[in-house]
Nanobody, 131 residues
Framework: QVQLVESGGGLVQAGGSLRLSCAAS????????IGWFRQAPGKERDLVAA????????YYSDFVKGRFTISRDNAENTAWLQMNSLKPEDTAVYYC????????????????????????WGQGTLVTVSS
């Protein structure tokens, strides 16, 4: 299976932008749907965005729709999450994940605990948005 390494988190002012990267090892990256969950202190891990195998299918949670864009390049074994118009409530640790099923990239999380079914995770990167 793939292993994921994240980068790109940091501190930004409200209204600013950040770009997260999720780089995968191995040749099977193209077989996995990729996405990001985020977890704020004391809260559950919520799905932010997901992208299918070919990049044609994407899902965005309501709280980031119109502000965040997910993309991938299978030749580079990398996915990105471009985050614009950041708000203080976007502050969280962001975790990229890989999943052989495209379900979440197509229809979103099946329930509020969808993260429990994910087997492959990046190490997480902290995004802090100051007001």
């Amino acid at each position: 299976q793939v292993q994921l390494v994240e980068s790109g988190g940091g501190l930004v002012q409200a209204g600013g932008s950040l770009r997260l990267s999720c780089a995968a090892s191995g040749r099977t990256f193209r077989h996995y749907a990729i996405g990001w969950f985020r977890q704020a202190p004391g809260k559950e891990r919520d799905l932010v965005a997901a992208i299918g195998l070919s990049g044609l299918r994407t899902y965005y949670s309501d709280f980031v729709k119109g502000r965040f864009t997910i993309s991938r390049d299978n030749a580079e074994n990398t996915a990105w999450l471009q985050m614009n118009s950041l708000k203080p409530e976007d502050t969280a640790v962001y975790y990229c994940y890989a999943d052989l099923a495209e379900t979440m990239a197509t229809t979103g999380p099946p329930d509020m605990l969808a993260y429990r079914n994910v087997k492959v995770w990046g190490q997480g990167t902290l995004v802090t948005v100051s007001s």
